[in-house]
């Protein structure tokens, strides 16, 4: 049997555990990039490392390598070795609990040190009884991760944490035990003076306490997040079909989708999805396929043409041969797209991890330095330890572990008001850089919704008549353009008509008996096929609709035609404010969609884009955003449906509208709730002006610290000034933050 081990050359997928923040990422890539023969890019969102190997290398190797560097690698299992997304754990959940319990624990911690009135006799016992859990066990995946750092010579912010958290925690206990912090009665005046001091009389239980709290709670807005990452393939996946009505020695019988092979035949009835790709060998019917191609007319399909797995039959019944199944199938190949782009675009650094790879190692050699410094020149041993143990508390980053989630939180819950969602704090960086944004056609720029535009009557002819008996009779069929007239004329005309002696001609219309009115409704072809005559103000408005990218539907009756009903993908009534806005922003608009170029420009005259890329394949739009970039353009790509996810993924920003599909709302970065195209300018906007909060607030969150280092250094630095300094930065971080609520 072929075992894992023995992959041939070529890509090889790597499920990775144990990081902890985007610095790990890189240091697990680099290590990978050593090996002779390998190019590996690692995201940290999905934990997953895609690796191309063009050498003798095998996959156990690439293990190796990451389990070195002190982290954990498997391949990923078969899908049919996975279990149902249902039963998966909640990476967030233990997150949440460790979170939830460390904050009940540290508030009180908090209010004892810095009230004064709630120092009552012995009151700093009462605080290390409730800190010292959530220095153990709320800060051990800190502890954790910088013991691993340390194995392996690397320094992190989990360093930094840890480092912090233990030294303040430590130093308490000596104050308590062999200083004079335990002695009952003891209180922290709150107080700002600079002096030198042995620090046997303070204690730091509160930064201990609240610097655990404070980061986990950053981390638990970031595991949320990450549980995110992978749910654009599921829903993708999601859309296949379950089961499949497979014909196999002249017996029809059901059969789950992944026992379905090329060359079997299977039947499609009415509503039911198509299980695979592959071609219609009986039957005729209207195939829903604007969630795959975002063609907003369905398409008509016989014996002979091809159909995609996915798509929904809306008509009559279909029996069709496999001729691609599995993960071969268009949908599945859409899936890994969506997986490739997430990887390609996760390698970006957040703005906290990369400052700390120079801020942790400059702090811990301060630290180090300071002790030295006061040991070599005579001071006692409470004197050093008390400047090194300040340097530490001083510089541990209490406001950076609320800089980016209270940001995002408030700008989050401001957008939400407003109809967007943001989905981390990685997509602001691309707001400030997109200088191009794409709009797909079908559900952005228009309803997505059939809707009757025009009627146009024969002389003679009223048209509110014409309507009228179309729609009744129109009223008998499920198919979506037949919706539209049926809708229009209820909306216009009243209550339809009764219809006798209906009928059904696929793919060509319908007939029947309405008020005593014979009639034909359909296409052109249809009503000359019956004799009747078009003439040539209908057959000029019949060629009209259709130079405009809009579907003809003709109504006849007594021998000739009597009015032409224009339908097509109405634009929604915001679109050209919306590009008017997008404009403004700096952004260039760009058309892209899967329908023909004349409806394609006919749109697009309407709303004011000059760039229009038509009859674009689904697995081609991400080829498509592709080559903008490769033009220098920063992308922005707003879309709603399955055929989008791929693009939304692969673009600099992803922006799904929430009315269309799951999956093209979780492969994208800003979701616009209301359906609105307007309020894609918003969100570019909130989503500016959060990156600029969350820079604001990580520079204070350093500056508040990093001046208080040299009095630390120095000796100088009170307990209660160090404490004042952290609360002061938590603070301002909090209300800079908050100010995001008047957001307009």
Known sequence: MTTATQQPVGQIELVIGGMTCASCANRIEKKLNRLDGVSATVNYATEKASVEVTGPVHPDQLIDVVE????????????????????????????????????????????????????????????????????????????????????????????????????AFGWSLYALFLGTAGTPGMTHPFEFTIARMDGTGAIYLEAAAGVTTFILAGRYFEARSKRQAGAALRALLELGAKDVAVRRDGVERRIPVRELLVGDEFVVRPGEKIAADGVVVDGSSAVDAAMLTGESVPIEVGPGAAVTGGTVDIGGRLVVRATRVGADTQLARMAKLVEEAQAGKARAQRLADRISGVFVPIVIALAVGTLGFWLGTGGSVAAAFTAAVAVLIIACPCALGLATPTALLVGTGRGAQLGILIKGPEVLEQTRRVDTVVLDKTGTVTTGVMTLLE??????????????????????????????????????????????????????????????????????????????????????????????????????????????????????????????????????????????????RAVAAQVGIDEVI?????????????????????????????????????????????????????????????????????????????????????????????????LAVAGLLNPMLAGAAMALSSVFVVSNSLRLRAFR
């Open 68 to 167: 070195q560097a002190g982290y954990t690698a498997a391949l990923p299992a078969p899908p049919e070795a996975k279990a149902p997304a249902a039963a998966e754990p909640d990476p967030a959940a233990e997150a949440r609990n460790r979170l939830t319990i460390s904050a009940l624990l540290t508030v009180p911690v908090i209010a004892m040190a810095m009230i004064p009135a709630l120092q009552f006799t012995n009151w700093q016992w009462l605080s290390l009884t409730l800190a010292a859990p959530v220095v153990v066990w709320g800060a051990l995946p800190f502890h954790r991760a910088a013991l691993t750092n340390l194995r392996h010579g690397a320094a992190t912010m989990d360093t930094l944490v840890s480092m912090g958290v233990l030294a």
């Open 614 to 710: 038509a009859d674009v394949l689904p697995e081609e739009k991400a080829d498509t955003v592709r080559e903008l970039q490769r033009r220098g353009r920063v992308v922005a790509m707003v879309g709603d449906g399955v055929n989008d996810a791929a693009a939304l993924a692969t673009a600099d920003l992803g922006i799904a509208m929430g009315t269309g599909t799951d999956v093209a709302i979780e492969a994208s970065d800003l979701t616009l709730v209301r359906g609105d195209l307007r309020v894609a300018a918003d969100a570019i906007r909130l989503a500016r002006r959060t990156l600029r909060t969350i820079h604001g607030n990580l520079f204070w969150a350093f500056a508040y610290n990093v001046a208080a280092i040299p």
């Open 455 to 600: 009627v146009v009557a024969a002389d003679g002819e009223d048209a509110d008549r014409v309507l009228a008996l179309a729609g009744a009779l129109e009223h008998g069929s499920e198919h979506p353009i037949a919706r539209a007239i049926a809708t229009a004329a209820a909306e216009r005309t009243g209550e339809l008509a009764a219809v006798t002696g209906f009928a059904n001609r696929e793919g060509l219309g319908v007939r029947g008996t309405v008020d005593g009115t014979e009639l034909l409704v359909g296409r052109a072809r249809l009503l000359t096929e019956q004799g009747l005559e078009l003439g040539t103000e209908l057959a000029a408005a019949v060629e009209r609709a259709q130079r405009a990218g809009r579907t003809a539907v003709l109504a006849g009756w007594a021998g000739r035609a009597r009015g032409v009903l224009v339908v097509a993908d109405a634009v929604r009534e915001t679109s050209a404010e919306a590009v008017t806005r997008l404009r403004t922003l700096g952004l260039t608009p760009v058309m892209l969609t899967g329908d023909n170029a004349a409806a394609a």
